[in-house]
Each structure stands twice: as C-alpha cells, then as structure tokens.
C-alpha cells in the first residue's frame, strides 16, 4: 500500500507565495519520478513540474522562474515552492509519483495524492 500525503496548499493573495509537500509512504523500492500537475475549474489536469532521481527538472513554461520544484529522496518528499502567485495558478495541486514497490517490483507504477487546494485571490 502506498500513499502520497501532500501538504501546504490554502488561500493567498496575488504576488505571494506557497510551499507545497508531497511525502510518499508504503512499500516503496525505488521513486523514479517526483512531480505535481494541477487542474483549475473546467479544465484538463496539466503538469506543473517535475524531478527524476537522476536530477533532471522539467517545468511548465506558465511557471518558469516563479515555481521551483525540489526533493528529499532519503523522505520520499517532494515539494514545490511557488512564488509570485497570480489567480490564474487556482487550482487544485496533485502530487504523483512513478515508482516500483514490493507488491510490484517488475515494474514502474504510478501513483496520485489526493489533492490541495491552492487559491489565488485578494
């Protein structure tokens, strides 16, 4: 059994900023990937960033330069420090992991957190 437990989303008025955490717990053997994608009202859930534990950080180009992504691999931790928020980054912020576990070790699997409310309004 894995979960994704994130934290750090709420209410905040424009130019501020957030600090978001994602720690993955369960039978873990090995996380591949560590990111966060978010879904506003009415649309399409989409990518905000994400890290591999090789180092590689790929980000969307609506966050580059105010988002900043990073990750603790001995806690399983992601998290993603957001910066000079605007109301177009409402959303509800999902963390996702790609990892193999003991349930199944052949093979990567994917997981979701169950989602923080980020609210971006004065």
């Known amino acids: 059994q894995v979960q994704l437990v994130e934290s750090g989303g709420g209410l905040v008025q424009p130019g501020g900023s957030l600090r978001l955490s994602c720690a993955a717990s369960?039978?873990?053997?090995?996380?591949?990937?560590m990111g966060w994608y978010r879904q506003a009202p009415g649309k399409q859930r989409e990518l905000v960033a994400t890290?591999?534990?090789?180092?590689?950080?790929v980000y969307a180009d609506s966050v580059k330069g105010r988002f900043t992504i990073s990750r603790d691999n001995a806690m399983n931790t992601v998290y993603l420090q957001m910066s000079s928020l605007t109301p177009e980054d409402t959303a509800v912020y999902y963390c996702?992991?790609?990892?193999?576990?003991?349930?199944?070790?052949?093979?990567?699997?994917?997981?979701w957190g169950q989602g923080t409310q980020v609210t971006v309004s004065s």
């Open positions: 996702n992991a790609a990892m193999t576990t003991a349930l199944r070790a052949w093979r990567t699997t994917e997981y």
């Open positions: 369960g039978s873990i053997i090995n996380i591949y990937v």
């Open positions: 890290t591999s534990s090789g180092g590689s950080i």
